[in-house]
């Protein structure tokens, strides 16, 4: 297809899991019913994000994936002839868990599920305690409307972990997110932090030519500590800003991206063509040093 349209999901959450999963398919609907092709729900979307403390509690909040969630989202495609992107927390078994990224066809079809490589551990995000770093690569899904690739929050930092899944053909990249500001920070600090979240993100975009797509959620959690700072957003293949979403609003937003432009900016602008991969082998090392 040369252009499909996406639909950006961002949204609130609250303690119940049941209550997020009917608010994010009643917001799949509303997408679809403006037209959107391809839906992405934001990181961990049926629940507050809970990595701001280590509870062993938490881990109820787990499910298969495939599962309960991925079942409903999948009724949900088939009807509505839309894909799914939805973030979940995966158990894979009795003590085994995962930040995976299910991945709905048009048909209802399963196609499968990237789980996050980069996994944090910063103050009120104990990522590292929950999840087990992902063991199936980067990953590229054929859908009725594109070959995408998934990552997920933390993994939007590495260029590496972009430019791996774009060079696997994916046509548009989908960062699921939850990232916000510290309640008792100033606005100086709030707004670098921002903006280097999202100038990290648009350098994919430019460095691989492709459309980038990120959704972040949004509200006041952790007892008011903590602000998610919304600021979803969507480029085209060059990095500019098609969509960008408040930072206090729910939103349902649909953005046309138009595919062939990978072709033409990659013509233009040939970052691909000119890369010396002969002399990429140092960055496999964790620092050069002498050892």
């Known amino acids: 297809m040369s252009k499909v349209k996406v639909g950006i999901v961002q949204m609130s959450c ?14 799949v609907r509303e997408a679809a019913a403006k037209g959107a092709q391809i839906v992405c729900l934001q990181e961990l979307f049926t629940s507050l994000y809970f990595c701001d403390v280590e ?18 989202l999948s009724a949900l495609a088939k009807e509505l002839g839309v894909v799914i992107i939805a973030s979940l927390f995966e158990k ?36 590292k305690f929950y999840f ?13 409307f594109g070959k995408i690739g998934i990552l997920i929050c933390w993994d939007q930092w590495y260029p590496e972990a972009s430019r791996i899944t774009a060079l696997m053909g994916a046509e548009i990249l989908f960062y699921p997110t939850a990232i916000g500001w510290a309640t008792d920070q100033d606005d100086e600090t709030n707004a670098d932090q921002y903006n280097a979240w999202q100038t990290i993100q648009r350098s994919h975009a430019v460095a691989n030519g492709v459309p980038v797509v990120s959704v972040n959620r949004v509200g006041y959690e952790q ?50 063509r000119d890369r010396r991969i002969d002399s ?11 050892d």
């Open 14 to 27: 609250e303690k119940d899991k049941q209550a997020n999963l009917d608010k994010a398919i009643f917001k």
């Open 55 to 72: 509870d062993y509690d938490n881990f109820d909040l787990a499910e298969a994936v495939p599962g309960p969630s991925t079942d409903a």
């Open 92 to 127: 894979r078994a009795q003590g085994l868990y995962h930040n995976t990224t299910a991945v709905l066809d048009a048909d209802g079809s399963y196609l499968g599920k990237y789980r996050k490589m980069h996994i944090p551990d910063d103050p009120a995000f104990y990522e």
């Open 132 to 144: 087990t770093p992902g063991d199936l690569g980067y990953k590229t899904f054929d859908t009725k």
């Open 223 to 272: 007892d008011g500590a903590m602000k998610f700072w919304g600021g979803s957003f969507a480029t085209n293949a060059q990095g500019k800003l098609l969509y960008l979403a408040s930072h206090d609003q729910e939103e349902v937003e649909v953005i046309e991206l138009d595919l062939t432009q990978s072709d033409f900016f990659r013509k233009h602008w040939p970052f691909l």
């Open 280 to 290: 990429y082998q140092p960055i496999t090392k964790r620092f050069i040093d002498e």
